[in-house]
């Protein structure tokens, strides 16, 4: 038993300092002159309102962002995720920008769905798993985890003209 204990102290010790390393004076200096050269997104200044979309051969993700008032920090947003003609994820609600984290409360069907999304100013990342409630907005197989949305547009209003897989718009 004080194996385990010892080797589970040691692992987490070992990500702990694989963390560390990562935030050393040099990388970020790295990442500031990126920022500043426009090499990464600064997703400080970057407003995540816009339409994010991804195609390949066996489907496509989709996600917009419509900003909700002043302040740049509520939206309300629409997400889909094909996989084939027949794995799919749907859904519709209100999102809330934290920092680096987009908190996405799904709406209607699945209302206790609750995706926290990684923002990081030019794509928006599904995490690798979510929670089980949020099934209820998919097919048998479908799956929002993992799901990655990069930017192909920066927009405002709502004249967004992404449509959902039941032919109402994605973002409404």
């Known amino acids: 038993m004080a194996v385990v204990v010892l080797l589970a102290s040691a692992s987490c010790e070992d990500r702990k300092t694989v963390h560390e390393s990562a935030a050393t004076p040099t990388a970020r200096a790295?990442?500031?002159r990126a920022r500043e050269t426009g090499a990464l997104p600064d997703r400080e200044r970057v407003d995540p309102a816009g339409i994010y979309q991804r195609r390949y051969e066996g489907g496509g993700d989709r996600l917009c962002l419509v900003p909700e008032g002043a302040g740049g920090k509520r939206f309300t947003f629409g997400a889909e995720t094909r996989f084939g003609g027949e794995e799919y994820c749907l859904g519709r609600g209100k999102a809330r920008l934290a920092g680096d984290k987009l908190l996405l409360t799904f709406e209607g069907g699945a209302s206790s769905c609750v995706i926290v999304a990684g923002y990081e100013g030019d794509r928006i990342v599904?995490?690798?798993s979510v929670d089980v409630s949020c099934a209820a907005l998919c097919s048998n197989r479908g799956s929002f985890s993992g799901a990655s949305?990069?930017?192909?547009?920066q927009e405002k209003g709502r004249e967004q003209?992404?449509?959902g897989g039941d032919g109402q718009p994605l973002c409404r």
Not at 149 to 153: A, G, H, I, K, Y
């Open 30 to 32: 790295l990442d500031l």
């Open 126 to 128: 599904m995490p690798g």
């Open 149 to 153: 949305f990069p930017r192909v547009r």
């Open 161 to 163: 003209p992404l449509k």
